[in-house]
């Protein structure tokens, strides 16, 4: 599997773990004020947390899982229950099989989970290009003022002179949320043309194989379906 495939993968994997994580708040008829103060964080944490923020502490995902009462869930992967049995214990002796636990993780096409889900790691990938190289940052400013120059009647333009600010500021988290505002203006980025073709079509790679499913089972070894 590819290090595009497993980047991909972990960012589902959040994604999922979010929404069922907002899924149960909400089942419970708990606000999200009255949810905040329960876990100890901010609204905008919890906000944070309830859209697969990656940059979110993990002991805030675990806080509001144990809220939810879904920690246990947590023990038993951490806990030995998953792991082999010792050498010269009574099972590793059984001659029964090992039980083979397998997952398929995939997002929902008909939503367009596979599109957010790709449009959301050419984001982070090319704004991990600019942090490691700054004069990135020009490139895509050159191409946000072609734009501009050559297309002011698009119906993007208002998109496109919000990006002016966003790169200006580099305020990263107002396109790597999940709102419908954060969508629209991914969908109108300079961002992924600072990328290389290469990186670019591994991306789409692995966004494909999530249509179809990666298999996570038994021995850890992956496939993809």
Do not use: C, F
Not at 5 to 29: F, N
Not at 110 to 132: C, G, T
Not at 145 to 152: G, M
Not at 191 to 206: D, K, S, Y
């Amino acid at each position: 599997m590819t290090a595009s495939t497993l980047a991909m993968l972990d960012r589902q994997l959040l994604l999922q773990l979010s929404d069922r994580l907002k899924r149960l708040r909400q089942e419970k008829g708990i606000g999200t004020v009255e949810m905040a103060h329960r876990v100890g964080v901010s609204r905008s944490t919890l906000s944070a947390v309830e859209a697969g923020d990656p940059g979110t502490a993990i002991g805030t995902y675990l806080r509001v899982m144990s809220v939810l009462g879904v920690s246990g869930e947590l023990a038993l992967l951490a806990g030995d229950a998953m792991q082999p049995a010792p050498s010269g214990s009574a099972g590793a002796r059984s001659r029964r099989r090992k039980p083979v636990v397998q997952v398929l993780v995939s997002a929902d096409e008909s939503r367009h989970q596979v599109q957010d889900l790709q449009s959301l790691a050419l984001h982070e990938e090319a704004i991990r290009a600019v942090q490691k190289n700054p004069e990135l940052l020009d490139k895509a400013k050159a191409t946000l003022q072609l734009w501009l120059t050559t297309k002011p009647s698009s119906r993007s333009a208002s998109l496109w002179e919000e990006w002016r600010n966003i790169l200006e500021g580099r305020n990263w988290r107002k396109v790597l949320g999940r709102t419908r505002r954060a969508q629209e203006l991914r969908q109108a980025s300079p961002l992924p043309t600072i990328l290389p073709e290469a990186v670019r079509q591994n991306i789409l790679t692995a966004a494909s194989k999530l249509k179809s499913g990666v298999r996570l089972g038994g021995d850890l070894k992956e496939d993809v379906s």
